[in-house]
């Protein structure tokens, strides 16, 4: 008798337990439907951590003319990082390090940079059910690069907005990651003419970013300020 009382114990409390943590995943699945900007924040940006450590997500809300969206950003290197030299063969056959042409590394750069912006977004987009929207900004440091002369700090190397829609209709098994990023709304990417290297935006796109910019710089500055 005394077991079946100690049974039955374990089983209401396990019950109860059960019931309160369906009542919060409830409580919590409806907030990110109804696109609450704090539940959605701490949702991407968790998940953005595990997944894309290289993305943060800065704000979220409701514009009247859209939809949800979510404003994220991408911390991203500086060209230096890719190498400059690839794996090759000699005309005999044995393996040798080839120097990489300037435009080869800087596409390579630009592919992966692209590949982690749209990385972030799909993170964004499966964690925020009601966003129809993710708006990126990339930024780089300017003092990372080996030209001593950079002294601008953090700056936006590129801007763009994709819709949830345009995301759906991917074919990730032939996506060109460059033209992609270019296909989104807004999307803002200079290259130079010769090199093709990535530079920083110019003044009007850096002004509109100067917000979160300084929230980068400075962990004192308060969220919230988004992405236009």
């Known amino acids: 008798m005394a077991a079946i009382l100690v049974a039955n114990k374990r089983y209401e409390v396990a019950l109860d337990e059960a019931e309160r943590l369906q009542s919060e995943y409830d409580a919590y699945w409806n907030?990110?439907?109804?696109?609450?900007?704090?539940?959605?924040?701490?949702?991407?940006?968790?998940?953005?951590?595990?997944?894309?450590?290289?993305?943060?997500?800065?704000?979220?809300?409701?514009?009247?003319?859209?939809?949800?969206?979510?404003?994220?950003?991408?911390?991203?290197?500086?060209?230096?990082?890719?190498?400059?030299?690839?794996?090759?063969?000699t005309p005999k056959g044995r393996p040798s390090l080839k120097q990489l042409p300037k435009t080869d590394m800087n596409n390579m750069y630009v592919a992966a940079m692209a590949s982690t912006v749209l990385a972030a977004v799909r993170e964004a987009l499966a964690v925020a059910p009601a966003a129809d929207e993710i708006r990126v900004v990339v930024v780089r440091d300017e003092r990372a690069g080996g030209d001593q002369r950079r002294n601008r700090g953090l700056c936006a190397i590129y801007t763009g907005v994709f819709r949830r829609r345009q995301m759906e209709g991917i074919s990730w098994r032939t996506i060109d990651t460059e033209a992609e990023l270019l296909c989104a709304t807004g999307a803002?990417?200079?290259?130079?003419?010769?090199?093709?290297?990535v530079v920083p935006l110019g003044t009007d796109a850096q002004r509109r970013m100067a917000a979160v910019l300084r929230a980068l710089s400075d962990p004192e500055v308060e969220e919230g300020d988004g992405i236009d």
Request: aromatic letters at 2%; a negative charge; one cysteine or more.
């Open 31 to 89: 907030a990110l439907n109804a696109h609450d900007r704090d539940t959605v924040v701490t949702a991407v940006d968790d998940a953005l951590a595990e997944n894309t450590p290289e993305a943060t997500c800065v704000d979220a809300g409701i514009d009247p003319s859209i939809g949800g969206y979510v404003s994220c950003v991408v911390t991203f290197g500086h060209p230096d990082l890719v190498p400059e030299r690839t794996v090759a063969m």
């Open 188 to 197: 803002e990417l200079i290259r130079t003419e010769i090199a093709r290297s």
